[in-house]
Structure formats: structure tokens, C-alpha cells
């Protein structure tokens, strides 16, 4: 198997980082895997693996159940990744952390509960243009179930929102403003601290999608002060299937449960059922125990990095890359916003999307390549059919983006 010494010339020290990514050191179509999918799904740290395998080695067994040992380290274990996500973002207290399949299924929790009993007819609820499906859809929904509108902040050629408008936006009709922190087709950074502080002027609850914002830099929410906000695990360099809804007690008090069954009861008789307790009542029927526990080990890997380091590290590539493909020409970089993280979407002129995304696989880079979940955005705002996306993650360098170039001018070589 052929392999890479990828590091010399970057300033973190990516080499020892990447030995604990396993996955890294493989050829993909008789060539060394360059991975740069990251906004998809991010790769995982031995410790995150260590912590599913040793999980099912040693303790294996359902939570909040059984009087015996096992049953009882599960949910010591259990609790104490939900103690160290609270940790994580800064969250008043446990009872805001509820497990969750992903922010998807955060979102559709919101949307199905408090959406449920709080919008009624002629009520209007925000997004922005940029919205990825998860956080289009399960409105669009609720507003055609409840005959209510959905609005949109708009935005601009550069791909930042576009805010002027804002304020007038919201009203006594508006019952919720819900935002994506970081666009993962343009890495655009939206400037939710200032829209949250605007809404809750006119007391609308604000819900962020963070799933794009937790991998790069420091989240707080309660400096931010969001009533909700959801991300992934997989994101983050944990597991899939686990996700992280927080909301705020009074809001998720208020709420009636999402799924019935299992562990969010109190007690139940053949008529009438109490509600468990928060966190307990969203967290109907069996979890996902290990990957409960094994986005623990994901937010250790992420706080052992420090968001310092990862943040400069990324920030550096995506610098790199701009250079990079400004001095290729003929390519178009779609949302150059002020403030990014690092994610490159562009087209080659005259090329279509997916065949530039199947010659660089058959050079064994991963990049992403259509609509990204976003179609309205990419389709309707900016016209086009698609986009290739490159994503940088913390174990990525700058000789792989060197590879992504080559590869983009064998790309223009094959096709013009
Ligand atoms: N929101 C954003 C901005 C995303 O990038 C994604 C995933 O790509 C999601 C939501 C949905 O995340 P998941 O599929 O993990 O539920």
C-alpha cells in the first residue's frame, strides 16, 4: 500500500495527529486517500474507536434499567459523557442535554413539539437562504400543516447573510427565528450572537444549527444565549447516529415528548401516563448507548487538539487553498464570505460538477460533490447545478491540497 509523508510543511504537527486516524492511511483507486469530505461526516480518533470497542467489550448493557453492575457502569458511563457534552457548550445543567439521533432529528424534535403547540395560522417563522434541508424542511412542513409562512433572510452574491432587513422581519406573528451557525456548502460564519440578540428583542426564540460550527471553534450557549441548538456527533469526530439537542429548561419543560415508550415515562397505568423528567422525557425507548458515550471521547479529542491550534491549522489550509486555486484559473469559488471556516465550493468553468467530483475520486480524493443538502441555495440563489466541495478537516495539509490542485488540472486537461 502506497503511503504519504504528507507533514513537513505545516506548522501543526499533523503527522503525529494523523497515526491516530487509521482510516487516513489507505489507497483509494491505486492512489493515497486524500480526504477532504470533511463537512459530510469527519473521521475518528482511535480514542473514539477505543471507547465503541471497549463499550461493548466491558459494559454493555441498557441504561437507567437494570440494578445490576453492568447496568449500572453503562449509565454512570452515560451520564457522565451527557455531564461532559454540558461541559462542552457551556449549558446551565444536564437537564439541557437531551441524545439525539443527529441535528437532524434535534431539529425535527423542535419542530414537532414546541413547533406544534406554539405556531398557529398566520404565524411566521424565519430561516435563512442558506439552510441546509434539515433546517428547511421540518419548517416548511410545520408551516403548511399549521397554515403559517415561512420567511427568509436573504443572501448575498458573496454568500453572507444579508441582514438590513432583519429586524422589520419580526414580529408579534413571529414565533421562531431559526438559523444556521456555519453554511456547510459556503463555510460562511452567519453572525448569530448579533440576529439572536435581535430577535430576542422582540421575545423570538432563536434555534441554531451548529452542526458545522462545533468541529471549528468554541461554542457557548450560553454566551450566545440560542433557546435551542443541535449538532452531530459524526461531525465532530465522533460516532453516527448520536446527536446533541440543547435547549433551554423553561422552553424544554414547557414541551410535550417527541416519542412515546420506554424511559421517558414516571409511571403508567392502563389509563393515564406521567411524563419522566427532563432530560429523560425526549429520550424515549433504548439509545444509543455507546455512541452516547463515544461522542465523549470525540469532545476529548477535540479539547486535547484545542480549538486554538484546530482553528489556526484549518484556517491556514483554507488560505492555502484560496492561493492555490486563484492562481489555477478558470475556477469559480462559491461564497467567499469575510468570516469562513474551511470549506471551498467551487465549479470549474465549463465543467459539470459530478464529473470533476469522479476524476478526482479516480485519483482517490473524496470531495463532495451537487447540491450539499442546500438545493434551494445552489440551485435557485445561485443558479447553478451543483458545486465540488472541499472540506478541511484538523488531520488534513497543505500537500493534499497540492494534490487537489494537480488533480483539478488533470480534471480540466481531460474535459476542455
Ligand atoms: N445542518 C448542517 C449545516 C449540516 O451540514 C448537516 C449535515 O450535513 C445537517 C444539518 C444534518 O446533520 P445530520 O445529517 O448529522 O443530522
Redesign the pocket.
Known sequence: MKTLNLHKDVSFDVQKLREEFPILNQSVNGNPLVYLDN???TQKPLSVINSIDNYYRTINSNVHRGLHTLSERATEAYEASREKIRDFINAGNTNEIVFV???????NLVAATFGRTSVNEGDEIIVTGM?????LVPWQNLCREKNANLKFIPVSDEGELILDGFENMLSERTKLVSV??????LGTINPVKRIIETAHKYNVPVMI?????VSHMKTDVRDLDCDFL??????IYGP?GI?ILYGKENFLEKMPPYQFGGEMIKSVSYEKTVYNELPYKFEAGTPNISGSISIGAAIDFIKSSGYDNLYRHEQELLAYANEKFNSLGGIRIIGTAKEKTSVISFVLEGIHPYDTGTILDNLGIAVRTGF???QPLIEQRYKLPGTVRASFAVYNTKQEIDMLAEGLKKVKNMML
Open positions: 463537512a459530510a461526516t439521533r443527529g441535528t437532524t432529528e434535534g431539529i439552510e441546509h434541508h434539515s433546517n444556521v451557525y456555519v453554511s456547510n456548502s444549527d451548529a452542526a458545522q460550527a443541535a449538532f452531530s456527533g459524526h461531525k453516527t446527536g450539499h443538502c442546500t
